[in-house]
């Protein structure tokens, strides 16, 4: 899962708004420094109500990970993502092996274009400035002893969060993230002919995405309705 629907799915299950960014910070952080890891084991023990909501939303991370790389969604979402771009003729090196994190992307498109590209926009810049101090906390608790992420690092990170989880709702928006995404694995860059047969891969799969949301939806409220009630 990635950043929106983390986010959202933090929102309906956990009900912080802090919660609700903290469920996005492990993708997130990795943008700035890829050997971060959440560890649960480690106890916070200050009081602080926001960071203590950031760190709530991390462990939901975690835990709907667990859930949602079991789905069935996801492994026929991967599939379809990897036939549209051989569909497309796509001729860039390892497409293939990006197909979970394009699905993966195309799902937050799919929410993104629900609630609108703008809303979002919005909402996440509110965020970044209302629980950056939270993060950082919450991100140097769970990387205690490694963590080195300047100050510089986290603004820029903060800046580029809401106009790129936006951007997701369109297929040209996506293309290009992913344009990103393969040169920071070194991967090289998309001509404009390349770009233009990743977008017409990404439109195709549009319809899918925005169905398989609702059917996650559905999916997640179920196994919350099933689930033991720990308190008997």
Do not use: K
Not at 185 to 202: K, M, N, Q, S, V
Not at 204 to 222: K, M, Q
Request: a negative charge.
């Amino acid at each position: 899962m990635n950043l929106l629907l983390h986010r959202h799915f933090a929102r309906r299950e956990v009900g912080h708004v802090a919660a609700a960014f903290g469920a996005m910070l492990p993708d997130l952080v990795r943008m700035v420094d890829r050997g971060w890891r959440p560890r649960p084991e480690r106890p916070y023990e200050a009081g602080d109500a926001d960071v203590i909501a950031v760190l709530d939303g991390i462990a939901h991370h975690v835990a709907i990970d667990v859930w949602f790389h079991r789905r069935e969604e996801l492994h026929h979402g991967e599939r379809r993502t990897a036939e549209a771009f051989r569909g497309a003729g796509a001729t860039a090196r390892r497409m293939p092996l990006l197909a979970h994190a394009t699905w993966e992307m195309l799902l937050d498109g799919a929410l993104a274009r629900r609630l609108g590209p703008e809303r979002v926009e919005e909402e996440l810049r509110a965020e970044c400035t209302a629980f950056a101090r939270a993060s950082r906390l919450a991100m140097e608790h769970h990387g205690a002893g490694t963590w080195a992420v300047s100050e510089a690092d986290l603004e820029r990170l903060w800046r580029a969060v809401p106009t790129l989880a936006s951007g997701y709702a369109s297929a040209e928006g996506l293309a290009r993230r992913l344009d990103g995404l393969r040169a920071s694995f070194g991967l090289g860059r998309a001509d404009p002919a390349e770009l233009g047969r990743w977008i017409e891969a990404l439109d195709a799969l549009a319809a899918h995405a925005d169905a398989t949301l609702v059917a996650l939806e559905t999916a997640r409220a179920e196994a919350l309705r099933s689930a033991p009630d720990p308190s008997r």
